[in-house]
């Protein structure tokens, strides 16, 4: 049974920084799956995506966050990492990890095959 855990939300003041992790169980993220994401959802309002990273370990990011964020994973580990810096009170949202095993889109989260619980990350100005 594929499961995707995700841990290191916390509270901030803006421009700090905060590393989330997301363990995944069942699977190895670098044979099974094509792609990995993290996305976000604030309250009323779409998810929408951060960031993803393709097997081949190529990433795209979406601009608000662009240049701020950086995702990676490790594969011995079987760990999607997301580092976020500079944070701003519009970063506040439930991230979730996801994975999908045929493609890897930022713009379609609702596509991917699993998905974690979601971690809260909260920025206050």
């Known amino acids: 049974q594929v499961q995707l855990v995700e841990s290191g939300g916390g509270s901030v003041q803006a421009g700090g920084s905060l590393g989330l992790s997301c363990a995944a169980f069942g699977h190895t993220y670098s044979s099974y799956y094509m792609g990995l994401g993290w996305f976000r959802q604030a309250p009323g309002k779409e998810r929408e995506g951060a960031g993803t990273?393709?097997?081949?370990?190529?990433?795209t990011y979406a601009d608000s966050v662009k240049g701020r964020f950086t995702i990676s994973r490790d594969n011995a580990k079987n760990i999607l990492y997301l580092q976020m810096n500079n944070l701003q009170p519009e970063d506040t949202a439930m991230y979730y990890c996801?994975?999908?095993?045929?493609?890897?889109?930022?713009?379609?989260?609702?596509?991917?095959?699993?998905r974690g619980q979601g971690t809260q990350v909260t920025v206050s100005s």
């Open positions: 990273i393709r097997r081949s370990g190529s990433t």
């Open positions: 996801a994975a999908d095993t045929s493609s890897c889109s930022l713009d379609y989260p609702e596509r991917y095959d699993y």
